[in-house]
């Protein structure tokens, strides 16, 4: 908390941003008073993925634009135990592909929300959409 307020972190890559982050952001945002939000830089996601294929500076763009950000900070590592610190978060909000990996904020008094992406549509399915496209 801050001077009262909740405070919520959420992050990702956003890459080739789509309606479940928009969905995930949004709720993160109606959660809290105020919304910091992560973008993964290029060299922490090629630690677990492959390279995106929006630059890094262009999805801090995309995620600046939108309404619902106080805050959008880069994200350099997986590892959130320092950023509790030193950002006073209440709450963490990530994707549920992710789920079980972010419970160890539990110790640190951070609420853990795995957002549920369930179906439709996400990065990969963009990726094999344009592919299969571009080989017709």
């Known amino acids: 908390m801050i001077n009262g307020k909740t405070v919520v972190y959420t992050s990702g890559t956003f890459d080739m941003l789509h309606i479940n982050h928009i969905k995930m952001i949004e709720y993160a ?3 809290g008073d105020i ?3 992560g973008v993964n830089t290029d060299d922490l996601v090629a630690t677990y993925k492959s390279p995106p294929v929006i630059p890094f500076e262009e999805r801090v763009a995309l995620i600046k634009a939108l309404k619902y950000p106080d805050i959008v900070i880069p994200q350099k590592s997986l590892d959130h135990t320092d950023k509790v610190k030193k950002l006073h978060f209440d709450v963490f909000v990530v994707g549920d592909d992710w789920n079980g990996k972010f419970d160890y904020l539990e110790k640190q008094g951070v609420q853990v929300i795995y957002f549920p992406y369930g179906s439709g549509i996400s990065t990969t399915e963009l990726r094999h959409r344009i592919l299969t496209k571009a080989d017709k």
């Open 35 to 37: 919304l910091i939000v």
């Open 29 to 31: 945002r109606a959660i």
